[in-house]
T-cell receptor, first 111, second 114 residues
Framework: NAGVTQTPKFRVLKTGQSMTLLCAQD?????MYWYRQDPGMGLRLIHY???????AKGEVPDGYNVSRLKKQNFLLGLESAAPSQTSVYFC??????????FGPGTRLLVL | SQQGEEDPQALSIQEGENATMNCSYK?????LQWYRQNSGRGLVHLIL?????REKHSGRLRVTLDTSKKSSSLLITASRAADTASYFC??????????????FGKGTHLIIQP
């Protein structure tokens, strides 16, 4: 049981490049979330999904898109990366609307 | 906007001592959760307390909730070096208790001195 996994672990992008972060969970959870964490800050919600095929905006959605084509996967896309998107990205999943299980994070540096 | 704010921002104690950290929040909640984050790692859920509960225990952890003051505290007893981490309180962003995601404070960075 791997829990929540994230790919890649670390990535460097140039301004304007695009990339996709992959989150996978093997706990059959309905709910999945993408957060970002900046230095000295708590996590902020980017987008979330309450089920396969559904997505919704969180607190800081601008510059990101998401897709939930399969229940176990939640993709976060950056179409045109900006230095302000340098951050650590965490994916989480939940089954009962309460406790969330987090992945190990993806460190993204945009130059 | 961040709902919860932890206090203190940083706390350093000797191994074996108790550590207390506090969280204040702004709006009414269904529940409040505490998470731990070790350096460079993902968050790990510690404990959840519902709005109709006043106190909850889990091993060496004790959480209290005062909805009239919109505050919560996390007590770690008999601290160990492995407790060195950042601790965050979190509340639900929407009215679903967390289904719409969580909002986190900036955390308390706890250092346990050997």
């Amino acid at each position: 049981n791997a829990g929540v996994t994230q790919t890649p672990k670390f990535r460097v992008l140039k301004t304007g490049q695009s990339m996709t972060l992959l989150c996978a969970q093997d706990m059959n959870h309905e709910y999945m979330y993408w957060y970002r964490q900046d230095p000295g800050m708590g996590l902020r919600l980017i987008h979330y999904s309450v089920g396969e095929g559904t997505t919704a905006k969180g607190e800081v959605p601008d510059g990101y898109n998401v897709s939930r084509l399969k229940k176990q996967n939640f993709l976060l896309g950056l179409e045109s990366a900006a230095p302000s998107q340098t951050s650590v990205y965490f994916c989480a999943s939940s089954s009962r609307l309460e406790t969330q299980y987090f992945g190990p994070g993806t460190r993204l540096l945009v130059l | 906007s961040q709902q919860g704010e932890e206090d203190p921002q940083a706390l350093s104690i000797q191994e074996g001592e108790n550590a207390t950290m506090n969280c204040s929040y702004k709006t009414s909640i269904n529940n409040l959760q505490w998470y731990r984050q070790n350096s460079g790692r993902g968050l790990v859920h510690l404990i959840l307390i519902r709005s109709n509960e006043r106190e909850k225990h889990s091993g060496r952890l004790r959480v209290t909730l005062d909805t009239s003051k919109k505050s919560s505290s996390l007590l770690i007893t008999a601290s160990r070096a492995a407790d060195t981490a950042s601790y965050f309180c979190a509340t639900g962003l929407g009215t679903g208790g967390g289904a719409d995601g969580l909002t986190f404070g900036k955390g308390t960075h706890l250092i346990i001195q050997p």
